[in-house]
């Protein structure tokens, strides 16, 4: 599996497919979403394969509820977050998931049971932030180490907003690059193309 895939099972992977809600601590959750995810993906991998706006339809319906894509987007805005208007915030969160959605959707596809392991948790659970430690199985069966970073919600909930693969954040990462572009082009012209690479989450192929 290459680390495209990897990515796709961090991202996408984590979030249940399923109506109902996870219950529990961060580690019971990711444990659960996993287990659901499998058997969604038994039961349904030939009808999201040849429906992609079903597939959307579904991370769509889950990625909004279980993760905190807000939270995320503004880590990714970094310095750039207290400058943007609230209206760019907003466009920005949208065009941000929509855009993960269209470069990871199709590859979660290729997620089988047994592929994410989690592991023990080490040390107490804190109130408001806690990582959960996981490992994603690759088909030559190397264990490539992914930590899930939680944070408690002002309603309470434990949200997902961050994945860490081999010691990588996904959000330090993105944000280096997104910084860089808003630096050059602004953060409009950021936004538009992102929106413009969500499309292809969103249309059908033909469209």
Do not use: C
């Not at 998931?97 to 269209?102: C, G, H």
């Not at 069966?141 to 081999?166: C, H, L, M, N, Q």
């Amino acid at each position: 599996m290459s680390l495209f895939r990897i990515l796709a099972v961090s991202l996408l992977g984590l979030l249940p497919f399923a109506p109902a809600q996870a219950a529990g601590d961060p580690p019971a959750i990711v444990q659960n979403i996993a287990d659901q995810l499998a058997e969604t993906m038994e039961a349904r991998r030939e009808e999201l394969m040849a429906d992609r706006d079903a597939l959307n339809a579904m991370i769509d319906d889950v990625v909004l509820r279980h993760f905190d894509t807000e939270y995320a987007a503004l880590l990714v805005l970094g310095r750039y977050a207290r400058e943007a208007t609230p209206q760019q915030r907003q466009r920005f969160t949208r065009a941000f998931y929509d855009s993960l959605v269209a470069r990871y959707g199709e590859a979660l596809l290729q997620y089988t049971r047994g592929q994410v392991k989690v592991l023990p948790f080490r040390g107490e659970l804190n109130d408001r932030r806690t990582t959960v430690r996981t490992e994603v199985i690759v088909n030559d069966g190397t264990r490539v180490p992914v930590d899930y970073a939680f944070r408690r919600t002002k309603s309470g909930e434990w949200k997902a907003f961050d994945v860490v693969i081999e010691g990588i954040s996904y959000v330090t990462n993105y944000r280096n690059q997104v910084v860089a572009e808003i630096d050059k082009a602004g953060i409009d012209a950021v936004i538009t193309r992102l929106e413009q690479q969500g499309l292809s989450a969103i249309e059908p192929p033909d469209a």
